[in-house]
């Protein structure tokens, strides 16, 4: 077994046959894939009853994971890990690709994430989607989203992580182009479909060159051969495996797709842009942690990328008048934090996935709460005409509430517990690091509190005609049972639970020497939390919030609104060039290429054109060449025997 | 024998000259088969110079084939000229560009 | 050796005249000429079955369908002699002539040598011999010309066939036709008027003579009104004129008739160009 520096050892994955309630693994993908085959293809047949299929899915895969989940905890920490065989799937010369399914610690949380979260936000979209004409479609996109989350969670190897990958890829897409005749909203799905491709190729490469490299996709073989590479080829792999992860999980430089993503319906904002889809990158690392913590060099590649995303989608946060795009930036920002903790190795692993977890509650809980406020001011996204809705929505404002106090690291809440302990892992590593992910805290309370008061606080900005209400029941009992997730969430961490739990997956966590406590570095984060939550009362409390942005304002701000000109940086970079080039061919084909065929095909028509008089179509013509031909031939043997 | 060929390559020389020149299309078909006799010949005398008779053979069966394709042939003929009133190969001349 | 000295020099002319005649049938004779010389060529070298094949099957049967195709075409056809291709007659004869010196001037090098001859093959007779090499060795070959020669009929009748493309009229509709012409047109609705009959000859070239002196014209053939040979009566006149003279008959008793074409003026064919030459002939 391969022992890092740090004295601690990599896990390899060594599962065991599946039996039991866990046999019924393949259960957990197949009620939501049944689902959506049963709405997508069932057609107008279902929309009486098909919301509530598409809900029971969820709720019964989630039934199967907790039931799974106890039986595996009541077993030793060494038989945690189980497999599943289904069928043989690829199986070509050398490249063998079985359709195994991996229940192992690891995937038994994000199982309970996906299903649990997922449940709750199909029963709140019941509500949300009410009036919508194609509801049943939207629930069969939902369905096969969550069946291709699962896939990709629960795949022994990396091509059925990939296929759950794509699965998961194409529901976003069809889900954020849901509103298709809005041309913002189809612009919007063709963008993340292709900056996600951009990831994929990333992804696609580095399973070839782990099939290279192991002549398998398997976790279970490659975990055990890795050993033997070189440190270049794993930090090869790892910054490929990191490219796909960028994509997925909007990080720079792959980040510029999210905002523009908000443009679906708020419940896909919810469990795919900010508690799962978006979340599968930090998955796909802490899974790779055989990879990555054989390649230093990939996991700083981590660390920076994550770094810059935690500042830029923060900046962005600040700047958005577009209450669901603020939160964009947050969740770009959040996912910072867990890649960050990723990157750090064995030390952060299990905080990553911590964090992954707690911000699935607190982050759905607030997209939902986004959903329920703009469900009450008639579908307006700007937070200059909301103000003072914590009367007119008094449950969405507590729910709201519980968390905002989760993601700024309110003391007790579940986000002080998981962010904290990132930056204090960030700061044993590195303190620059530490001190950006600090800074990073600082300003998530700025901007978080901006978006309470602009939103629940402040003074009435509402258009004329909008009656602020309460939602009804089905939308606000998904945000209680979130909004207590938020609070309670870090729970998971008492007496160190779930790092205890994850050991067996990402290793044990390594000793580290804190260069000041760890009690002086939690006030301090909280010190800086609560300079950014004051600047905003200061900024947003204090005085008014004008109806429409200023637009004198500094290049900071202005750089911030335009997202920190990610889509000019892409199209100068990418787009640009990629035109120039593409008409530079066009060029050469036209003149070049083209010239040369064309210019071919009209020399021969041209000779056939002289040549075409020599047919008469005169018999006797015709028969006169060939008497000449006769001659020639016979003069021609005459001449040899001669 | 050497006479017996060097006709045969006379007659066969006529023959083709014939389909070249003339132009009634039965004239042209009896130049053909005055070809084809030129060549009969050739195979007769080659028979009784070697020895065998596969020479022969081969002459009979050039006539079984001849006269197969003179039935044909006319009645390509006559097709033609009932539709066109013409019998003159130059007549059809539309296969061309 | 006589009779292929004798033959040679025959055929090669009845071959050249094939390419000079202008008339098609005259070019079949020729050809007959050359395939009967064959024959007896091929007489002279042991080959007595081709011999009678040659005969029967080329002159006999080829060569006669030859000749009713060409009656069906017309067997007046002669060839333009105007060469219409420029350079074919140039090109041909040079292209020819080349071919023919070349293989003649190749062909009398060889010293074949003394002719094995075929005495052995046709010990027990040429037919017999023959036989035995195409029912064993050329077997398949022999089958396989049956195929084409079924062929070959079902393409000639193929080719041959015309379809019908209106309904036969039968008597009935004939007769229905001819009086509907009457009522409509105001046709003659009875048979044509006969010739004139004369006592010199049969005259179906005559036209008869209405009541008024003019010619009826229906009475004669329009066939021999478009050749130009149909007489006329004051034609007719003119040859009795001739014979009383001949015979020195007194013109002048029989004024009535005299001479002049007064009486058949009203006639609208003209008197035929030919006319006089054609009565030569019928009165010589």
């Given amino acids: 077994m391969f022992v890092l520096e740090t004295g601690t050892e990599i896990p390899v994955v060594a599962p065991s046959g599946a039996d039991g309630v866990l046999g019924l693994v393949w259960l957990v993908i197949a ?54 065989h289904l069928y043989d799937w690829i199986h070509v010369g050398g490249l063998r690709v079985d359709m195994d399914l991996l229940y192992d610690p690891l995937a038994a949380l994000f199982l309970l994430l996906i299903t649990g979260v997922g449940s709750l936000i199909h029963v709140y979209s019941i509500g949300y989607m009410e009036h919508d004409p194609r509801r049943r479609r939207f629930f069969g996109y939902l369905n096969l989203f969550v069946a291709a989350m699962l896939m990709l969670i629960l795949s022994e190897n990396y091509l059925g992580l990939f296929l759950g990958w794509e699965g998961v890829g194409l529901a976003s897409y069809l889900l954020i182009g849901f509103w298709q005749h809005k041309h913002s909203a189809a612009q919007a799905a063709k963008k993340a479909f292709v900056i996600n491709r951009v990831g994929d190729m990333g992804m696609v490469t580095a399973i070839f060159l782990a099939f290279t490299l192991f002549g398998s996709t398997s976790f279970t073989e490659i975990s055990q051969r890795a050993g033997g590479a070189s440190e270049t080829a794993m930090t090869v792999l790892g910054i490929l495996l990191l ?26 904002s919810a469990l795919i842009h900010a508690a799962t889809m978006v979340t599968a990158g930090v998955y796909l690392i802490v899974r790779s942690n055989f990879v990555f913590d054989r390649a230093p060099d990939a996991q700083t590649a981590v660390v920076v990328v994550a770094v810059v995303s935690i500042l830029w989608g923060a900046a962005i946060g600040c700047a958005k008048d577009d209450i669901k795009k603020a939160l964009a930036g947050s969740t770009m920002s959040q996912i910072g934090y867990m890649m960050l903790g990723a990157g750090l190795g064995p030390a952060g692993y299990a905080f990553a996935i911590f964090h992954l977890l707690t911000h699935g509650f607190f982050k759905a809980n607030m997209f939902l709460g986004a959903g329920s406020v703009m469900h009450g001011m008639d579908d307006d996204v700007d937070m200059r005409h909301y103000g003072l809705l914590q009367k007119a929505m008094p449950v969405t404002f507590l729910t709201f509430a519980m968390g905002y106090l989760a993601i700024i690291g309110f003391p007790g809440f579940s986000g002080f517990w998981s962010k904290d302990k990132i930056i204090e892992a960030a700061i044993a590593d590195n303190w620059v690091v530490g001190v950006a992910a600090m800074l990073g805290a600082g300003v998530t309370g700025f901007y978080m509190t901006r978006l309470m ?22 939308m606000t009992i998904p945000l209680i049972v979130l909004a207590a997730l938020s609070v309670l969430g870090g729970g998971l961490l008492l007496g160190n639970w779930i790092i205890d739990w994850l050991t067996p997956v990402v290793g044990e966590e390594p000793e580290h020497d804190l260069p000041i406590p760890a009690l002086a570095i939690t006030l301090l984060v909280l010190l800086v939390v609560a300079a950014g939550v004051a600047t905003a009362v200061a900024l947003f409390q204090r005085q008014r919030v004008p109806e429409v942005a200023p637009t004198e304002v500094s290049f900071v701000t202005r750089a911030a609104r335009a997202e920190l000109y990610g889509n000019e940086i892409n199209e100068g970079l990418v787009v640009g060039p990629g035109r120039r080039l593409v008409s530079g061919l066009l060029v050469f084909d036209r003149s070049g290429a083209d010239g040369l065929f064309m210019g071919g095909g009209a020399t021969v028509g041209a000779l056939g054109d002289v040549l075409r008089k020599v047919q008469t179509g005169y018999v006797r013509s015709y028969a006169l060449s060939v008497l000449i031909g006769v001659v020639l031939v016979a003069a021609a043997m005459l001449a040899v025997q001669l | 024998m050497t006479e017996y060929v060097v006709l045969s390559s006379i007659l066969f020389t006529i023959g083709a000259v014939g389909v070249l020149v003339r132009r009634n299309a039965i004239v042209v078909f009896m130049c053909v088969e005055l070809m084809l006799n030129a060549s009969n010949l050739a195979l007769v005398a080659f028979a009784k110079q070697h020895g065998n008779l596969e020479g022969q053979v081969a002459a009979f069966f050039v006539m079984v084939v001849a006269a197969a394709e003179v039935v044909v042939g006319l009645a390509i003929i006559m097709t033609i000229f009932r539709s066109r009133r013409s019998a003159s190969v130059d007549d059809a001349s539309l296969l061309k560009f | 050796m006589i009779a292929f000295w004798t033959l040679a020099p025959l055929m090669v002319l009845a071959a050249l005249g094939i390419l000079f005649v202008r008339k098609a049938v005259h070019a079949a004779l020729l050809l007959a000429v050359v395939m009967i010389s064959l024959a007896i060529l091929y007489a002279d070298l042991d080959a007595p079955f081709l011999f009678a094949v040659q005969i029967i099957v080329y002159t006999g049967a080829i060569l006669m369908l030859f000749l009713f195709v060409l009656m069906l075409v017309g067997v007046d056809s002669a060839d333009s002699v105007v060469e219409t291709i420029k350079g074919q007659r140039v090109l041909a004869t040079v292209g020819g002539l080349l071919l023919g010196l070349i293989l003649v001037i190749s062909l009398s090098q060889l010293t074949l040598g003394t002719a094995t001859g075929l005495d052995d093959a046709n010990e027990g007779g040429n037919i017999p011999a023959l036989a035995n090499l195409v029912f064993s060795r050329f077997v398949f070959a022999f089958e396989v010309t049956s195929a084409l020669l079924i062929t070959a009929a079902v393409g000639a009748m193929v080719l041959a066939h015309r379809e019908r493309l209106t309904p036969k009229q039968t008597q009935a509709d004939l007769a229905a036709k001819r009086v509907r012409d009457f009522a ?60 009383k003279r001949q015979l020195g008959v007194d013109t002048a008793a029989r004024p009535g008739v005299t001479g002049t074409s007064g009486a058949a003026a009203s006639t609208t064919e003209d008197v035929p160009a030919e006319h006089g030459k054609h009565d030569e002939g019928a009165t010589s």
């Fill in chain 1, 31 to 84: 009620l939501p894939l049944l689902g959506a085959a049963v709405l997508l293809l069932g057609g107008r047949l279902t929309d009486r009853w098909g919301h509530w299929l598409g809900t029971a899915m969820p709720v019964g895969s989630f039934v199967i994971s907790l039931l799974m989940f106890v039986d595996l905890q009541g077993r030793d920490e060494e038989d945690r890990q189980v497999v599943k």
């Fill in chain 1, 243 to 268: 490219v796909g992860a960028c994509g997925k999980s909007a990080q720079v430089p792959l980040q510029a797709w999210l905002l523009d993503a908000m443009e679906g319906p708020t419940p896909v």
């Fill in chain 1, 453 to 474: 008061l602009m939103t629940f606080f402040s003074q009435k900005r509402w258009r004329k005609g909008v009656h602020p209400h309460e939602s009804p029941q089905v």
């Fill in chain 3, 184 to 243: 409509d047109k105001g046709a003659h609705l009875g048979p044509l008027p006969a010739p004139g009959v004369y006592a010199r000859h049969n005259a179906v070239d005559t036209p008869a003579l209405l009541p008024d002196g003019t010619a009826a014209e229906s009475s004669v053939s329009r066939v021999l009104a478009a050749r130009g040979t149909v007489r006329s009566a004051p034609a007719m006149a003119h040859d009795i004129e001739d014979l």
